[in-house]
């Protein structure tokens, strides 16, 4: 069985996986990440998105072979204390419901916010257009993407 070397999260992680073991069975069995959620296993509704070489992908459908030397991030790589601005507005904005696809939601607006400083609510439409949320939060989700922009821009907050 092929070995990779995976960077997850800043740390290094040398796997033993088959080639085609999705990116996702990776993360949560054998590096043992679970903030990484599974949702539909085809790439469709983003519950399992995370930034690979700090783009955001699906990683249910992304093989483990294909990561090559790009850097692993997932939800528990963002911050290590819920402290991005993100996060920090997803609660304040009380995104969450059931909270199944919320690892994939932040993942997906931090991809965003770090490509776009002042998104449109149609940038973050387009943005997020990929990741499903069964409950319906998206008013809260675009409200916190706001937040976290303006957040982002003050002068305490280094990010």
Same mark, same amino acid.
């Given at each position: 069985?092929?070995?990779?070397?995976?960077?997850?999260?800043?740390?290094?992680?040398?796997?033993?996986?088959?080639?085609?073991?999705?990116?996702?069975?990776? #993360?949560?069995?054998?590096?043992?990440?679970?903030?990484?959620?599974?949702?539909?296993?085809?790439?469709?509704?983003? &519950?399992?998105?995370?930034?690979?070489?700090? /783009?955001? +992908?699906?990683?249910?459908?992304?093989?483990?072979?294909?990561?090559?030397?790009? *850097?692993?991030?997932?939800?528990?790589? #963002? /911050? &290590?204390?819920? /402290?991005?601005?993100?996060?920090?507005?997803? #609660?304040?904005?009380?995104?969450?419901?059931?909270?199944?696809?919320?690892?994939?939601?932040?993942?997906?607006? +931090?991809?965003?916010?770090?490509?776009?400083?002042?998104?449109?609510?149609?940038? #973050?439409?387009? *943005?997020?257009?990929?990741?499903?949320?069964?409950?319906?939060?998206?008013?809260?989700?675009?409200? *916190?993407?706001?937040? &976290?922009?303006?957040? /982002?821009?003050?002068?305490?907050?280094?990010?």
């Amino acid at each position: 069985m092929p070995v990779y070397n995976l960077k997850v999260n800043g740390k290094n992680h040398r796997i033993e996986a088959d080639e085609q073991m999705p990116l996702l069975w990776v #993360i949560r069995d054998l590096v043992g990440l679970t903030g990484t959620k599974y949702g539909c296993g085809i790439g469709q509704c983003g &519950a399992c998105t995370i930034h690979l070489g700090g /783009s955001p +992908v699906r990683s249910c459908s992304f093989p483990v072979s294909a990561v090559a030397d790009q *850097a692993v991030t997932t939800i528990e790589g #963002i /911050s &290590a204390d819920n /402290s991005h601005p993100v996060q920090i507005a997803w #609660i304040a904005e009380q995104v969450p419901q059931c909270g199944y696809c919320q690892s994939g939601q932040i993942m997906s607006a +931090v991809a965003l916010l770090q490509a776009n400083k002042n998104p449109t609510d149609q940038d #973050i439409n387009d *943005a997020m257009q990929g990741n499903i949320c069964r409950c319906g939060t998206y008013p809260r989700i675009r409200k *916190a993407i706001k937040s &976290a922009a303006i957040n /982002s821009k003050s002068p305490q907050n280094g990010r």
